[in-house]
Every structure is written in C-alpha cells, then in structure tokens.
C-alpha cells in the first residue's frame, strides 16, 4: 500500500523559512518523480516543484527561486525547502508521487495534478 505522510508545516512569520517532509512507502522510491503542490482557500491546487529520481527538477514561477525541491533516495524522502516565506504562500501543502513512465525515462517532469497518482494528507503552512 502507498502512503505518503507530509510533516514540517506550521505557523511562521512573513521572511522565515520552513522546511516541508514527505516520508513515503509500499513502493519503490527511487523509480518515481515526486511533486509537492498546495491550495490556498478558495483557490485552485497549484503544483510548485517536482523532482525525477535523477535529482532533476522544475518550478512554478510564483516559487522560482524561493523553493528548492530535493529527494534522498536512501530514506524514500522528498522535501520542500521554502525561504522569505510570505503571507501568499498560505496553502496547505501537498506531496504526490507521479509514476508516468516518461518522467523517470524521458524527465519529462509535471506539475499537473492529474499526472500524479498518489497524495499525502496534507500539512498547513500559514504565514503572518
């Protein structure tokens, strides 16, 4: 059975940093592309890094810069580094794990949400 179990999340004020967690199991880590995503109230799930099992990765534009995506494949963990967090980076926050053949093969790494098959609960992040 695949689980994903998000941590990390919490309450900061606008500058600070966090850093998100995904623990996973019941499948082979390293043979898939990760992503995390998050949704505001009110708002469309937006998908905001992703990562192959190489280390390659990609970026939504509101996060360039801000974000940094990484994986250790020895733990079967991803993680989400966020920096100069600001108030609209208020979502909970979401790890998924996308097993499309062309991202581990080709990196053809996504953000939408319909290419990934598996998600975590969840873990808020709210910034003041």
């Known amino acids: 059975q695949v689980q994903l179990v998000e941590s990390g999340g919490g309450s900061v004020q606008a500058g600070g940093s966090l850093r998100l967690s995904c623990a996973t199991s019941?499948?082979?880590?390293?043979?898939?592309?990760m992503g995390w995503f998050r949704q505001a109230p009110g708002k469309e799930r937006e998908g905001v890094a992703a990562i192959s099992p190489y280390g390659t990765t990609t970026y939504a534009d509101s996060v360039k810069g801000q974000f940094v995506v990484s994986r250790d494949n020895a733990k079967n963990t991803v993680y989400l580094q966020m920096d100069t967090l600001t108030p609209e980076d208020t979502a909970m926050y979401y790890c998924?794990?996308?097993?499309?053949?062309?991202?581990?093969?080709?990196?053809?790494?996504?953000?939408?949400?319909?290419?990934?098959?598996?998600w975590g609960q969840g873990t808020q992040v709210t910034v003041s």
């Open positions: 019941g499948y082979t880590f390293s043979t898939w592309c």
């Open positions: 998924a794990a996308d097993r499309r053949p062309q991202c581990v093969l080709y990196k053809a790494l996504s953000l939408e949400s319909a290419d990934f098959s598996y």
